[in-house]
């Protein structure tokens, strides 16, 4: 699986729109990028993912670039519940079908 | 998506010996999954659990360390044994259906807490 970079860190203010990115420059045209994320001492949730297109899903929309080497997680309305680390994961889900994390950035929102 | 029962929620060990952590999923799943998560860091795969056949360990963790047993599609267990201090950590269960590339959606569960002394 392809590997992904993304800042440590970020800060957001409540109310405003949380733009994570994220760079995965050696994807493979079969692989996915999938959004997961843990809020502290929970298990991690599933976010959003997609292929090529732009997607959106009630809690989040994601932008691919057109050469899908970069993508960006938007929480539009970020609350203080949205503090968490969020992992950026390239993913094709086949017969292995290993989902192996990074680092993530821990998103924190400002009251 | 299915729902995951881990237990135990924590526990407080003594070195040398050997805790068994149960994951057991309200609905049947065809992948399932152990995680670790030292202190601090982000989450390792330590395995996938096959049933009815031995588990697929990753690089750097074996079966005489992580026995992993899964004897039907809902339930699952990892014992970590011969415990030391530098196991302590959260264990994670994961589960999903395989299914076509992009349509593998992980849930996970709220994951085990363990303490070596």
């Known amino acids: 699986d392809a590997k992904t970079t993304q800042p440590p860190s970020m800060d957001c203010a409540e109310g405003r729109a949380a733009n994570l990115p994220c760079n995965h420059s050696t994807i493979s045209g079969n692989e996915y990028v999938y959004w997961y994320r843990q809020i502290h001492s929970q298990g991690p949730q599933y976010i959003i993912h997609g292929l090529k297109n732009n997607e959106t899903n009630e809690m989040a929309s994601l932008i691919i670039t057109e050469d899908r080497k970069s993508s960006t997680l938007i929480l539009p309305h970020a609350t203080l519940r949205d503090t968490a680390v969020y992992y950026c994961?390239?993913?094709?889900?086949?017969?292995?079908?290993?989902?192996?994390f990074g680092t993530g950035t821990l998103l924190a929102v400002q009251p | 998506s299915a729902v995951i029962s881990q237990k135990p929620s924590r526990d407080i060990c003594q070195r040398g010996t050997s805790l068994t952590i149960q994951c057991q999923v309200d609905s049947q799943v065809t992948m399932m999954f152990w995680y670790r998560q030292q202190p601090g860091q982000s989450l390792t795969l330590i395995a996938t659990a096959n049933q009815g056949s031995e588990a697929t360990y990753e690089s750097g963790f074996v079966i005489d360390k992580f026995p992993i047993s899964r004897p039907n599609l809902t339930f699952s267990t990892l014992t970590v044994s011969n415990m030391s201090p530098e196991d302590s950590s959260i264990y994670l269960c994961?589960?999903?259906?395989?299914?076509?590339?992009?349509?593998?959606?992980?849930?996970f569960g709220a994951g085990s807490r363990l303490t070596v002394l």
């Open positions: 994961s589960v999903g259906i395989r299914g076509r590339p992009g349509a593998n959606v992980l849930t």
């Open positions: 994961i390239v993913f094709y889900g086949g017969a292995t079908n290993k989902l192996i």
